[in-house]
């Protein structure tokens, strides 16, 4: 048995596991306050995957879980524990919030790849700042990644409230974006080629999270900056013998988680 099928077993096993013991502790909750935990089980099962508007939703909020998971990978591979992926998505969406009230007017083909643009570039400054203190200043960055989120949420509670508001209104929220600001849905686009599913929020952005998987993917495992990322989080000591910059390699891993 060959390396690469014993470490995907070893990932199955413990998915499998993980999986388990989280239906058995939920279980025991559910179980200790007098509910029947097999019909929270089938219930959650059912609403999650039972129906079609179910599969939408869950592959829509889905969509957000896999830009955090990628967020914590590409750090993790650094040896970084990124916890301000919250911090992160906030000020990514604060890009994205911007350029769509900025440039609404634009058609949707210039305005996609721009947010997009804004987004990575946001997120990128905000995650570069707690690793150029980790690289530099030896801050921890399970510390400032926290800190930041707390940062980042007071930040956009102010810019709701103070500057973004919608005038004449007392919910915290911008006005609605352009017509050419809003993502296609999935229902909408599988219409196009004459195939109908439930109308549901799941939207173009799935596309796009498989994507960036793919492209975290190939970066870490399959160029030079990833393997330098790798040895670095593997031993850092090797690392620095090699001639890697540690330093860059960490203030990079943030950078690109962010």
Not at 110 to 128: D, E, M, N, Q, Y
Request: charged content about 10%.
């Amino acid at each position: 048995m060959n390396e690469k099928t014993v470490n995907l077993l070893l990932v199955t096993l413990i998915t499998t596991v993980n999986l388990l013991l989280a239906f058995i502790i939920s279980g025991f909750v559910i179980w200790s306050v007098g509910e029947d935990p097999w019909f929270a089980l089938k219930t959650m099962l059912y609403g999650a995957f039972g129906y079609d508007e179910g599969i939408g939703y869950t592959l829509y909020y889905t969509t957000n879980f896999i830009f955090t998971g990628l967020a914590f990978a590409i750090a993790f591979h650094c040896r970084l524990f990124n916890i301000g992926a919250e911090g992160q998505a906030y000020i990514g969406g604060l890009g994205v919030g911007l350029i769509c009230l900025w440039l609404e007017d634009l058609p949707f083909a210039v305005i996609l790849p721009t947010a997009i643009a804004a987004s990575a570039l946001f997120g990128a400054v905000w995650g570069a700042i707690p690793g150029y203190l980790q690289a530099k200043r030896g801050s921890h960055v399970v510390i400032t990644t926290i800190m930041f989120n707390f940062i980042a949420s007071v930040l956009m509670v102010y810019l709701l409230v103070n500057i973004l508001i919608k005038p004449g209104q007392m919910s915290p929220e911008t006005r609605e974006f352009g017509e050419n600001g809003w993502l296609p849905q999935m229902h909408e686009l599988f219409g196009w080629i004459g195939i109908q599913i439930t109308p549901t929020p799941l939207n173009l952005s799935l596309f796009w999270a498989f994507i960036s998987a793919f492209f975290v993917w190939r970066y870490i495992w399959h160029t030079r900056w990833g393997f330098e990322m790798r040895t670095v989080g593997a031993n850092e000591s090797a690392a620095i013998y090699a001639g890697i910059n540690v330093d860059r390699n960490i203030i990079i891993a943030m950078s690109l988680a962010g």
